[in-house]
């Protein structure tokens, strides 16, 4: 079998993101052109918030995984790098070691190019706990699908 391409791995954590948001009766809306800087708008209790669904990938410490949080794109003659300072309110991300599980970082509490996630036990100072971001938690909801 053919190996995804960056852009299919994409889709299928935004995809999943969407299922995962029905599933759970969270409100979630897809802008009509791709040239914004978030993916999606979610309704949290009341509040709209501006979304980038990201996909981590395993990081170089154990129990560790990374997401970008800028995007990078290629054209002809030149590389652009975007940041989502002041565009987005947070970042949803996943990892394929935690199946079906989706994190919200908001903005502010982000890393400028790239951040780590830890899924172990014992986080040390300098290490964000995946637990901190639970997105599941911050929506407090209590719909669960079999």
Same mark, same amino acid.
Request: glycine share 6%; net charge neutral.
């Given at each position: 079998?053919k190996?995804l391409?960056h852009?299919?791995?994409?889709?299928i954590?935004?995809?999943?993101?969407?299922?995962?948001?029905?599933?759970?009766?969270?409100?979630?809306s897809?802008?009509?052109?791709?040239?914004?800087p978030?993916?999606?708008?979610?309704d949290?209790?009341?509040?709209?918030?501006?979304v980038q669904?990201?996909?981590?990938y395993a990081?170089?410490?154990p129990?560790t995984?990374?997401f970008?949080?800028?995007?990078t794109s290629?054209n002809y003659?030149?590389i652009?790098?975007k940041?989502y300072?002041?565009l987005?309110?947070?970042?949803?991300?996943s990892?394929s070691e935690?199946p079906n599980?989706? %994190?919200?970082?908001?903005? @502010?509490?982000?890393? *400028?190019s $790239?951040m780590t996630l830890y899924?172990?036990?014992?986080?040390?100072?300098?290490?964000?706990s995946v637990y901190?971001?639970? %997105?599941e938690?911050?929506? @407090?909801?209590d719909? *669960?699908? $079999?």
């Open positions: 079998m190996e391409e852009t299919q791995i994409g889709d954590t935004e995809y999943s993101f969407v299922v995962y948001c029905l599933k759970h009766n969270i409100p979630i897809k802008p009509m052109t791709n040239n914004l978030y993916d999606f708008i979610i949290i209790q009341g509040k709209l918030l501006k669904v990201k996909t981590g990081g170089k410490a129990d995984f990374i970008n949080t800028k995007s290629k003659s030149e652009t790098t940041y300072t002041g987005i309110d947070g970042f949803i991300t990892y935690i599980k989706f %994190f919200y970082i908001p903005i @502010d509490e982000s890393a *400028k $790239a899924f172990g036990n014992k986080p040390n100072a300098k290490q964000h901190e971001y639970d %997105f938690k911050m929506c @407090d909801t719909v *669960k699908v $079999a």
